[in-house]
């Protein structure tokens, strides 16, 4: 079974709106990462937030984590119609295969201008 | 510098026929993933190479598929007497070294359709 689910599954939103995205994950993780996919620049990394943080900004870009909940949420502030994409939230595996990533199956974004 | 490159972009092959899936990572990168992500799905892990090491083919979903990676670079998908059910995008990635920690870089990816 996957390890992240996200949620909403697609989010249709005006230009200038923000944007929140959510991701549910069933096991311990070291991190958790947020990735973008589009069809002009294919899967992109986003952001990375270790498991002892509670909060991350990177631009327009502010994901947090409750370990406690196993929950992330991930949101674009003042959104473009660029922002369109399907949104990835993906976590360790498991302790042990710290390398393997487990993604959830996305959340379809659409940005009307 | 160069990204991560596979080839081909699109692959179209009869049910049975064997097809092979090459992605070079980047240079200096120990660590390499390939995945497959279905229609309007989230990736899958298929396999991991680092280094010298023996790879995790702990997802690869039949003995039908199979990877290698030479001389620590390029790295070749290989699916025997394909079925409909392998068609779906291939991703391969690389990452500085064989951690979550670090970023993944992924390729554009290969189409395979299985008629």
């Known amino acids: 079974s996957q390890q992240g689910e996200e949620d909403p599954q697609a989010l249709s939103i005006q230009e200038g709106e923000n944007a929140t995205m959510n991701c549910s994950y069933k096991t311990s993780i070291n991190n958790l990462q947020w990735y973008r996919q589009n069809s002009g620049r294919g899967l992109v990394h986003l952001i990375l937030?270790?498991?002892?943080?509670r909060e991350k900004h990177s631009g327009r870009l502010r994901v947090t984590l409750d370990t406690s909940k196993k929950s992330s949420s991930l949101l674009i502030t003042a959104s473009r119609a660029a922002d369109t994409a399907s949104y990835f939230c993906a976590t360790d595996a498991n302790m042990d295969s710290s390398y393997k990533l487990i993604f959830g199956s996305g959340t379809r974004l659409l940005v009307r201008p | 510098g160069a990204g991560v490159s596979q080839s081909p972009s699109n692959k179209v092959t009869e049910k049975g026929k064997d097809v092979e899936l090459r992605c070079d990572p980047i240079?200096?990168?120990?660590?390499l993933y390939w995945y497959r992500q279905s229609l309007g799905q989230g990736l899958e892990f298929l396999i991991y190479f680092q280094g010298n090491s023996a790879p995790d083919k702990s997802g690869l979903p039949s003995d039908r598929f199979s990877a290698e990676r030479t001389g620590g670079s390029v790295s070749t998908l290989t699916i025997q007497r394909t079925q409909q059910e392998d068609s779906a995008v291939y991703l391969c990635?690389?990452?500085?070294?064989?951690?979550?920690?670090?970023?993944?870089?992924f390729g554009p990816g290969t189409r395979l359709t299985v008629l």
């Open positions: 937030i270790r498991s002892n943080e």
């Open positions: 240079s200096g990168h120990t660590a």
């Open positions: 990635a690389s990452s500085l070294q064989g951690s979550s920690y670090n970023e993944q870089f």
